[in-house]
């Protein structure tokens, strides 16, 4: 069966109705023949094999439309029909009395038509079916042999022997018809579409939803909400929530009318979730409620996922306030100040000489605040050359500058979008780049080199210096207005001279990670190395204490840290080229010589760890590959 079926009543429109299809090309049509009892039956076979639209007309529409759920289209007399059939029956009995008996839909206007045609007719409005047969009795006793209408009058007035002219359809009308039906046909394919897209959609988001009509009945029940509350779908569509998911408070929203947003709930299986609530208004009333929720166990395993991935490209803070050891009152008091920081998205600008632990705080800042799920991007702006700089912190477009990747790339403030950037040594930046940076911090917003696109950002600035910007400012190195912006907030890290006190906790920290890291088992620093410590005159502070201390676990031969171990490393002053203090000295040694000996030292106190010896040396593990191969080299016997 075709799409669309044509039920013809009158005996004369098969084929009209074929004609038209022939003529447009219509594919998906067919035609069948039966009046109304008849005509139903068709229809109904029709419909059980496959159709989707039904044409018909007069009483026979009226049926089937009463009878079926899909579409039903009429076939409409026009006012030329009846014309042409009361022309006819005029000319059929020119002076005699007329009856025009039918549906409202076949006759409507008729009486119009007869009285400016000078006809004289009685019009019969047909309600039921079974009216026909005692309306055309009526009118023949009142006179009347020609009658007007459709095939049930016809049959009737036979009984009389009346005339009756039949009001037919024309081509024009059942061209219309079949029209429509396509339009019916193709809004169908739309809605079917968009409701399988929707459906689809709404089964694939990981969210789970549950919608009810203003009765309560469950309308909507996706598969995430099957996994979420272990709940088949077939089991609570169509039934009032109240009765399979008793936990859940849409039928307050349908009473309360305010929607309910994060709401921690506990479901009966004991799993807990996140939910938001939200009622359905149309035209200002409520039509029912929505639910989306998440299972807080994954909403959990997804946060962790992130938190990796951002962790691979360093874009986590791994730092607290509580992994800040001291114990002078000088830090405290920054750490106090910095908490009263952390609780608002104002700027923050921390100074202090270098080594310090400035990153420490601007991290620290970062988790203690409301940002602390999103990233935290650090810079150096004195790493970076000053051709760099700028596509790094801003992004750039695909062929804005040879060597651009294909695709572009967005800069740190993108990256940083909704969480904290750190810039550290920001004197560094270039005066050019310090205007752009002024933009982004007022405008909150970043466009990327290459582009003409501005996109806003939400990011919480924080810098780092270890020199006078006030100063820097009336010396024009770096610009006034930039320098009030990020210095709304400000922190001074004091040095770790200043606050000697710090000193010994720090030390034992350095020792205890130093010592776990070179699996050195426990160690401690002896009462002449703290000494020597605390009166020491730190120039690189914490970051140069933390370096002695790792240099002196790796060289030491016992458990426990002397003075001798601590100067033992280079660049330590004057101590550290004593013969007496360094064995593999010795009188006559060329500076190859003794920077072959020393290498050879540390290489043995680590064990053979290239990593841990490349770092104590300061050079790379390529170049102490190299040497300890050159030195091997030299010392092999030659060629015989």
């Known amino acids: 069966m075709k799409e669309i079926a044509i039920v013809a009543p009158i005996d004369s429109m098969p084929e009209l109705a074929r004609r038209v299809i022939e003529s447009h090309g219509y594919g998906n049509v067919e035609v069948l023949k039966g009046n109304m009892r008849e005509g139903l039956e068709s229809a109904r076979l029709a ?19 009463a009878d079926t759920t899909i579409p039903v289209v009429e076939i409409k007399v026009t006012v030329f029909d009846l014309i042409e059939s009361l022309k006819e029956a005029k000319q059929a009995d020119p002076c005699g009395l007329i009856g025009v008996i039918g549906y409202p839909n076949v006759i409507m206007g008729a009486e119009v038509i007869a009285e400016v045609m000078g006809m004289r007719t009685v019009l019969f409005e047909i309600a039921r079916q079974g009216d026909i047969a005692a309306e055309v009795e009526r009118q023949i006793g009142l006179g009347v042999r020609v009658f007007v209408g459709d095939g049930n009058i016809e049959i009737a007035a036979a009984n009389y022997n009346g005339k009756t002219i039949l009001v037919r359809s024309g081509l024009q009308a059942i061209s219309n018809a079949i029209q429509e039906a396509e339009g019916i046909l193709y809004a169908a394919r739309l809605e079917k579409e ?11 988001v990981h969210d789970g939803i549950v919608a009810i009509n203003d009765q309560g009945t469950v309308t909507v029940f996706n598969s995430a909400s099957e996994k979420i509350v272990g709940l088949d779908r077939q089991g609570i569509l169509g039934r009032n929530v109240a009765e399979v998911m008793p936990d859940t408070r849409l039928l307050n929203i349908l009473a309360t009318k305010r929607p309910e947003i994060g709401e921690i709930q506990e479901l009966g299986n004991a799993t807990v979730i996140a939910a938001n609530r939200v009622p359905v208004v149309v035209d200002g009333e409520i039509r029912g409620a929505v639910a989306t929720y998440q299972d807080i166990t994954e909403v959990q395993r997804l946060e962790q996922k992130i938190r990796m991935r951002l962790s691979e490209k360093g874009f986590v803070a791994q730092y607290r306030f509580s992994d800040i050891i001291h114990r002078s009152t000088a830090m405290a008091e920054c750490i106090r100040t910095a908490q009263k920081f952390s609780r608002h998205d104002a700027s923050v600008l921390i100074s202090g000489p270098s080594g310090v632990g400035k990153e420490l705080f601007a991290q620290g800042i970062h988790n203690d605040s409301k940002r602390k799920n999103s990233p935290f991007v650090a810079i150096n702006c004195a790493a970076l050359p000053e051709a760099l700089i700028e596509s ?7 062929g804005s500058f040879t060597g651009a990747a294909k695709k572009g790339k967005p ?8 969480g904290t950037i750190f810039l550290d040594e920001i004197s560094e930046l270039p005066i050019i780049l310090q205007g752009r940076l002024l933009r982004v911090l007022q405008e909150k917003v970043v466009m990327r080199i290459g582009d003409d696109k501005l996109l806003p950002v939400d990011v919480r600035v924080i810098c780092a210096t270890n020199r006078d910007l006030r100063r820097m400012v009336g010396q024009k190195l770096f610009r006034g207005d930039l320098y009030f912006r990020i210095a709304i907030l400000s922190i001074h890290i004091p040095a770790l001279n200043s606050r000697l006190e710090d000193v010994e906790i720090l030390s034992a920290h350095f020792v205890a990670e130093s010592a776990q890291r070179y699996r050195k088992g426990p160690m401690g620093l ?18 140069e ?13 016992s458990n426990v840290i002397e003075v001798a171990d601590l100067v033992a490393a280079p660049n330590y002053g004057d101590s550290a080229l004593d013969d007496e203090r360094l064995p593999f000295f010795s009188e006559g040694q060329t500076l190859r010589e003794v920077e072959d000996h020393y290498i050879e030292h540390v290489v043995h ?13 300061g050079i790379d ?15 092999s016997p030659g060629p015989a």
């Not at 002896?526 to 970051?543: I, K, P, W």
């Not at 204490?545 to 031969?557: D, K, N, S, T, Y």
């Open 47 to 65: 419909i059980a094999e496959g159709a989707k639209v039904i044409i018909s007309r007069g009483g026979t529409y009226e049926m089937i439309r």
């Open 194 to 204: 968009k409701a399988q897209q929707f459906a689809t959609i709404i089964d694939f």
């Open 392 to 398: 790094e912190l801003f992004g750039y477009v695909e």
């Open 411 to 418: 800069g740190l403030f993108e990256m940083a979008h909704g």
């Open 526 to 543: 002896g009462s002449e190395a703290l000494a020597f410590l605390r009166g020491y005159d730190y120039q690189g502070n914490v970051r």
């Open 545 to 557: 204490l933390q370096g002695m201390i790792e240099r002196a676990v790796v060289v030491c031969e």
């Open 605 to 617: 106190k680590t064990n053979g760890s290239i990593s841990a010896a490349s770092a104590i040396l």
């Open 621 to 635: 593990r390529t170049t102490l590959w190299r040497r300890i191969k050159e030195k091997r080299g030299a010392s």
